[in-house]
């Protein structure tokens, strides 16, 4: 069984430019979670996709918005950065939900992201 | 406003002893509790879960303690091993409001020879 893969590794930006994060989920999970890590913090939620449309939302601008597509594969993608996105981006899958249980969440290693 | 806290951003342990690691919490609509575990280069991974209305779990060498009235849960993990040095989050999740997993920062725990 595939785990969650994430590409690329590492990237460099600079401000101003835009950049696509790729997550491929762990077979059988149809559900895609995004996660934002900065240095010295815990991974904080951007978004989820669920069957190709978002499915929540945390507090992040417009300019990062997503899409999944129909092999449950999800992109990231992060417009006009910012000095201040420099972190780990992390993907993680998880089952078919389940009503009122807890859906455990598998993560790929995430790509860090290096704005200058 | 950080909901899941964890204060303590690192901890070094003897192998073989006890090692707790704390979290508090502030929001008392969570349903469950979780720990995940990370190495670098790594992402997370998934290590125990306790659900609102236990107050304990418990998974060969680590435990989860959930005092509610003190919104508070600690891991324990015995004997320590040097596999277990890592970086521990503490997470809380609602269920039925977009997964969303709300993490801490983190604890730093090494596992001392």
């Known amino acids: 069984e595939t785990g969650v893969t994430q590409s690329p590794t590492h990237l460099i930006k600079t401000r101003g430019q835009q950049v696509t994060l790729r997550c491929s989920s762990q077979?059988?999970?149809?559900?895609v979670s995004w996660y934002q890590q900065a240095l010295g913090q815990g991974p904080q939620f951007i978004f989820q996709?669920?069957?190709?449309?978002?499915?929540g939302r945390g507090n992040f601008p417009p300019r990062f918005s997503g899409l999944q597509f129909p092999n449950y594969s999800s992109e990231l993608n992060v417009n006009a950065l910012e000095l201040d996105d420099s972190a780990l981006y992390l993907c993680?899958?998880?089952?078919?939900?389940?009503?009122?249980?807890?859906?455990?969440?598998?993560f790929g290693p995430g790509t860090r992201l290096t704005v200058l | 406003d950080q909901q899941v806290k964890q204060n303590s951003p690192s901890l070094s342990v003897q192998e073989g002893r006890i090692s707790i690691l704390n979290c508090d919490y502030t929001n008392s609509m969570f349903d469950y509790f979780l720990w995940y575990k990370k190495y670098p280069a790594e992402g997370p991974t998934f290590l125990i879960s306790?659900?609102?209305?236990?107050d304990k779990n418990e998974d060969g060498r680590f435990t989860v303690f959930l005092n509610k009235s003190a919104k508070h849960l600690s891991l324990h993990i015995v004997p320590s091993q040097p596999g277990d040095s890592a970086v521990y989050f503490c997470?809380?999740?609602?269920?039925?409001?977009?997964?969303?997993?709300?993490f801490g920062k983190g604890t730093r725990l090494h596992i001392l020879p």
């Open positions: 997470a809380a999740f609602t269920v039925n409001r977009d997964d969303k997993i709300i």
């Open positions: 996709y669920y069957r190709e449309e978002e499915n």
């Open positions: 306790i659900s609102s209305i236990k």
């Open positions: 077979s059988g999970h149809n559900t």
């Open positions: 993680a899958s998880s089952k078919p939900q389940v009503f009122n249980s807890y859906n455990e969440q598998f």
